[in-house]
């Protein structure tokens, strides 16, 4: 889900993997374009890590078959909502298909047996999301290896590196106009404001409360 710790779950996997396997076997990016990535890629890789918040055909059917693995984020959708208006600048009609069709996705990532994180776990229990992943990837990182990839990929040490992107050279960016991100991280520039929860309410109207709530029952209360 766009706006839920989506970026933290690749951190946190491409660090997994580059302790398992040599760097120059790993493609990592964002491509929402499974497909198309796929084409690209040369016969030297062994693993593919992609951020994305889509899925395609061909990656649907991957995932139901097992052929590759998932990990789904998700966050309390009035949270979602407020922080996708901020940080793309757009209204709120935009933001709320963006969130709905990432929840539409969540039954399918149910049935493939991805690993679901929620927000909240990632903010409180940074560790422990971690041990889910590492577990759920069957890599053999140790617990000290954990405890460092959740002090790397915390809440804090993000927003320092997110901080430090308004000086960053223009290379160091892939995207277009207010889309560009780090290269490396896949980090924005202002992409952690305070990471905190609970203020998606008190950013929108008493209108866009209501289509919230009547849109996304049931994930209102899953989020909590």
Known sequence: ????ASTWSYNVCLRLLSFE?????IY???NEEFLGCVHQLGANYRHLLLKTHTLDDVSRRMLQLGACRAIYTYR??????ASYMRMFNQPFEAALPAIRHSFDLYKLHEQSGSCIVSYASVVHSPLEAVRRVKGY???NASEGLLVRIADETGLAAMKNIADKLETAPPESFDGVDSLLYDRSTLLHK????DGSSGYGRGMLSTGQQGIIEETFPEWILRAR
């Open 1 to 4: 889900m766009p706006r839920s």
């Open 21 to 25: 396997f040599a760097a120059c076997s």
């Open 28 to 30: 990592a990016g964002y």
């Open 76 to 81: 309390d959708p009035f949270d979602a909502i």
């Open 137 to 139: 990837l069957g890599l």
């Open 190 to 193: 202002n992409h952690i404001r």
